[in-house]
């Protein structure tokens, strides 16, 4: 009888209700989940029973989804900022980040325990059998609690943090000496030499010379100065800047060179790389290389720099093809790339592809060309890196003060 029959669609009579309800929410994750808690059906004993059928569930699906773009389009209170509208929220919130993608979902999980077996004013050793040199390690400005960004669009920061949310690889792109055992004099004084430049520069966390040796520059408590302009985003949101969000691991090799790094070093960085996961939690996803965070944006562009544009040995790292992650740069803030960054990839990546295909997805969505689309996310790029200068400036201003 009609009567017994389960409703499946969503309950359209109270939108007006919902919509008020919903357009205070300001978190357009939290106000995606209360459309659809408002708009499900009652749970029966029946509808518990046919909600395990796939039509029964896809026609609820798509119908609170109809409503939820509805009313996040529909006129209301706009959060503040250029980029802060539901219907880029909407259109953000789809870009979900290394998540968004079916190869990032094989995620290498965050190693075994790896402990400190001995210290000294010179070393330290590990269980997982790395050895760091500290003779060379240096102080540089404490890291400062830095913000992270809403993957759904606002231009504001959605949290802040202090602890390290990644690794990037460099290369140091010095001078090299042929890998053989009648150079060995030379290729240990370019060590040395390099070890000197980058601990006045304050370059990276550590580096790993061509030996294997892996050697502590920059604290782990300290910010390097390693990323400069620099786009990334994990799980928790987007981070911007990374001198203060990411550890920096360089090593002693040259872009382009017939032999990217020895296996000596491969080995010392897989362990370097154990270590500092496990210490700090550190998502796979979030351990990438330079060429894949770095951006210009003078004229908003990625590949500002191209160490490991390519051939980065991500298995030897134990680490998934970090290469096959769509690059935020591109989906969050509409950064475009040129020929001679392709040509540093060697061929394109599978994340360039990605991104771009979400890109041109979320314009359709927004009924607008990738042009026009790229341009609002620009703005929102434009928004924080203002913010973020005005927030330094006054930093510096208080700190000037104090003194």
Sequence with gaps: MPSQIPRLTPNFSATPRIERRASRIADPVERLRFLRRATS????????????????????????????????????????????????????????????????????????????????????????????????QVSNRPRARYPIYSLAGASTAAKTSDAPAGIVFHTTESLLAPFEEDQNRRLKQLGRNLLEVI?????????????????SVVAESDAANHAGYSVWAG?????????????????????????????????????????????????????????????????????????????????????????????????????????????????RWQGLDLAEQQVAKQAALEGITTSQYRAMLRHRYQDITSARTSTESKEDESEGAAK
């Design 41 to 136: 059906p009652p749970r029966t004993a029946e509808s518990h029973r046919t909600r395990r059928r796939p039509a029964g569930r896809l026609a609820r699906n798509a119908g609170w989804l109809a409503l939820a773009a509805a009313i996040v389009l529909a006129p209301g209170p706009r959060p503040a900022g250029s980029a802060g509208t539901f219907k880029q929220e909407r259109g953000l919130l789809a870009a979900a980040g290394p998540a968004a993608s079916p190869e990032t979902q094989t995620i290498a999980p965050v190693p075994e325990r790896v402990w400190r077996v001995e210290r000294s004013e010179s070393s330290e050793a590990y269980s997982n059998g790395l050895h760091v040199d500290l003779t060379f």
């Design 199 to 215: 601990r006045q520069e304050r370059a990276y966390h550590y580096l790993i010379d061509r030996f294997g040796r892996v050697f």
């Design 235 to 347: 799980t928790d949101g987007i981070y911007v800047n990374l001198n203060d969000s990411f550890l920096a691991v360089a090593f002693e090799a040259q872009t382009g060179a017939a032999e990217a790094v020895t296996p000596a070093q491969i080995a010392a960085g897989k362990a370097l790389t154990e270590m500092l996961r496990f210490r700090y939690g550190i998502d796979a996803a979030n351990c990438i290389t330079h060429a894949q965070v770095s951006v210009n944006p003078r004229n908003m562009v990625i590949g500002e720099h191209y160490d490991w544009a390519s051939d980065f040995p991500f298995a030897g790292m134990g680490l998934p093809d970090n290469y096959a992650i769509p690059l935020p740069s591109l989906y969050a803030f509409g950064f475009g790339y040129g020929a001679a960054f392709v040509h540093a990839t060697g061929s």
